[in-house]
């Protein structure tokens, strides 16, 4: 799975397998399919695992959304599903 940057969009590129290459944008609350090669083609920054997570809680601020501890931040890079956000602990 990787992970870039396009225009401030947080995107992962994986294979399922036996499948095509499959696209998909974070949400804020979750992913969304993404389906503009292209645009990542031209303007996305590969991220680290590190870079990522933190784009992944920037954009949760910017949907004024409840922070997300690292290790959920995480899980939610790695999941192959298209998770949704479960209630935050506390909220």
Partial sequence: ??????RGLL?????????RLSLEVWTGDGWSPHPDVDD?????VRLTDA???QLLHESRRRASLLPMADTEADIVLRSRTRWMGAPVAGS
């Fill in 40 to 44: 990542l083609v031209r303007f996305g």
């Fill in 11 to 19: 995107i992962r590129r994986w294979v399922p397998a036996g499948r």
């Fill in 1 to 6: 799975m990787h992970f870039y940057n396009v």
């Fill in 51 to 53: 870079e990522a997570r």
